[in-house]
């Protein structure tokens, strides 16, 4: 499955965040999770270990430990500073409270471990990123609003985490779709059209000023809008005119001028086969 697609289902929910320095010489004990943890490193070097995984996370590395695997983390390097989010994937009312680990050799309660949801990519999510990047800023953003134990500030975690999960697992080597060029020449061709407030030039002038030709423009926009520019630009004039038939001082001729329209007859017949009634009953 593309990243985006599975990014795009889930929903995290924070349990708890730390950071703080580890020192040469402490080792962790050997541990068991019930959700899943975030780990990065900001300076230093340590080891983490579960299972057949062996990682030695350097600065600016992170790694996404699973639950439910016996695991191990060490300092390499003098000092090191990590940065630690536990998380679930998904957020759910019925979902219960749970402890973040069980200390082996005590074994895990297995009806309180959170599952990697189906969709979720199985494998070891791990990387690196820059630290003058987005992710140090992001992080600092989400512990120290997080820290704040306020309700509202808490709940906007989940929207900095989500980005930034997405920022993290993001697959750089994955060509990025380049983005929708009919939809944008039609976008474009549409803001022209609705900044042109003055009868002056044609429309095939006004469009091509744009680089592309009539006929293509025309046949994107549409594609996109189910109208010809030259309708959706008599459209938007008769929704202006009939703003301006609700002051009776103009009269019918000026409404038409006022709107766009060089002829009033013309537009007379186009206001009747849009509305079914002339502007003047319109005005009545």
Partial sequence: MPTLKWLERISPRLNTLWRGEWRTGF???????????????????????????????????????????????????RKVFRSCIHFDWVTEKTMPAHPFCSYHPKRPKLNLIVPTPKYVPQSCFKGRVPMDGATPAMLETLFLQWQTGDDFQQ??????????????????????????????????????????????????????????????????FHQHFNLTPGEYLTARKLERAKELLRDPRLSIAEVAYKAGFLDAGYFARKFRQQNGISPKQFRQ
């Avoid at 004990?29 to 490193?41: F, G, I, Q």
């Avoid at 996404?64 to 390097?77: C, E, N, R």
Wanted: glycine share 6%; hydrophobic share 35%.
């Fill in 27 to 77: 080792v962790e004990p050997a541990r068991y999770l019930y959700d899943h943890e975030l780990v990065w490193v900001s300076k230093g070097t340590c080891r983490v270990q579960f299972e057949e995984c062996t990682e030695d996370l350097s600065e600016g590395m992170f790694i996404i430990i699973p639950p439910a695997k016996l695991h191990v983390s060490m300092p390499i390097s």
């Fill in 155 to 220: 709940a906007r975690c989940r929207g900095i985490f989500l980005e930034l999960l997405i920022h993290l697992l993001w697959k750089k080597t994955q060509k990025t779709k380049t983005g929708d060029h009919g939809a944008q020449w039609a976008y474009a061709a549409k803001d022209l059209l609705d900044r042109q407030t003055e009868n002056t030039g044609s429309i095939q002038q006004l469009l091509t000023s744009l680089g592309g030709s009539y006929s293509h423009i025309c046949r994107l």
